[in-house]
């Protein structure tokens, strides 16, 4: 449970100075990856907040089934928010024709990003087996996306850097929202279920 606990403050810690790298990177490039990236790592750490309540309602039963229930729905919603976000950006993005400038700001936070979320969903997802956590399993794979959308933001990025290929960020952005979304949808509808909370 302390591991758990732990984790969950180094996944907001984490988050947070990557939301606010990847958003200042992202509007002083005028890149609508980077800003979809930073917007994504503060659904993150809203996300690792749930599961940070539910954590220390664990003591008592009453309290952690509700902190539970509650945690899922936060971070189901989250999934489907970010899905929304990612279709309306990329849109917008693809429509526009936008092509931002190289940020090698915002390619140093992607780059480190993408190898510090796998790191934390592992060390997260051993965790939630442990101690029978829904939440924080949930969590763990919310931070598995955001490793996998900064390895496609990255991607993205730099190629549209050295290459101009503009449409290859947003186009591979929208590639993940299928899979976003089924994690959102599939959070959302355990939380409807009391058979299954109880169980």
């Not at 606010?20 to 980077?34: E, H, K, N, Q, R």
Request: charged share 20%; hydrophobic share 50%.
């Amino acid at each position: 449970m302390r591991r758990g606990i732990n984790l969950s403050y180094v996944t907001i810690l984490y988050n947070s100075l990557e939301a606010l790298g990847s958003l200042i990177a992202g509007f002083l490039a005028g890149s609508v990856v980077l800003v979809g990236f930073g917007t994504d790592s503060v659904i993150e750490v809203a996300s690792s907040c749930a599961a940070q309540w539910r954590l220390r309602a664990d003591i008592d039963e009453a309290a952690r089934e509700r902190a539970e229930r509650i945690s899922r729905k936060i971070i189901g919603w989250s999934f489907v928010a970010l899905t929304v976000y990612i279709v309306i950006d990329s849109t917008h993005s693809l429509w526009t024709r936008e092509q931002p400038s190289k940020s090698v700001f915002g390619l140093i936070v992607l780059l480190v990003s993408a190898a510090v979320m796998p790191m934390l969903a592992r060390a997260k997802r051993k965790v939630a087996l442990e101690i029978g956590s829904r939440a924080l399993s949930s969590d763990a794979m919310q931070t598995s996306l955001c490793a996998w959308l900064s390895v496609i933001a990255l991607a993205g990025v730099a190629l549209n850097a050295m290459f101009a290929w503009w449409w290859a960020d947003p186009l591979a952005a929208v590639a993940m929202t299928p899979i976003i979304l089924r994690e959102g949808i599939e959070g959302v509808r355990a939380v409807t279920s009391t058979h299954d909370d109880c169980c």
